[in-house]
């Protein structure tokens, strides 16, 4: 059974910095692709990054430079690294995972960007 947990979100002031942490079960994360994504209120979800098993790495535009996904292989935890947080941030954030061609979806954790 393959379970994603995500912690880490929370409310920041513009410019600060959170780490969001996905826990993988039930399959070797450094086997799979992961990804972050994030739905804000009223729009559709979007990834925002993604790391291959071979570990190629690709960003949104919008998050190019401020974020960074990295993954620890001993811990199966997916990390996703937020710097320069903007109040259009402000999302629900999921981790994912495809195996077998089946989705899966962690529980998501709540960003919130505002001063």
């Known amino acids: 059974q393959v379970q994603l947990v995500e912690s880490g979100g929370g409310l920041v002031q513009p410019g600060g910095s959170l780490r969001l942490s996905c826990v993988v079960s039930?399959?070797?994360?450094?086997?799979?692709?992961m990804g972050w994504y994030r739905q804000a209120p009223g729009k559709q979800r979007e990834r925002v990054a993604h790391?291959?098993?071979?570990?190629?790495?690709n960003y949104v535009d919008s998050v190019k430079g401020r974020f960074t996904i990295s993954r620890d292989n001993d811990k199966d935890i997916i990390y996703l690294q937020m710097n320069s947080l903007k109040p259009e941030d402000t999302a629900v954030y999921y981790c994912h995972t495809e195996v077998g061609g089946e989705n899966y979806w962690g529980q998501g954790t709540q960003v919130a960007v505002s001063s």
């Open positions: 790391i291959t098993k071979g570990g190629y790495i």
């Open positions: 039930g399959i070797g994360s450094r086997f799979a692709l």
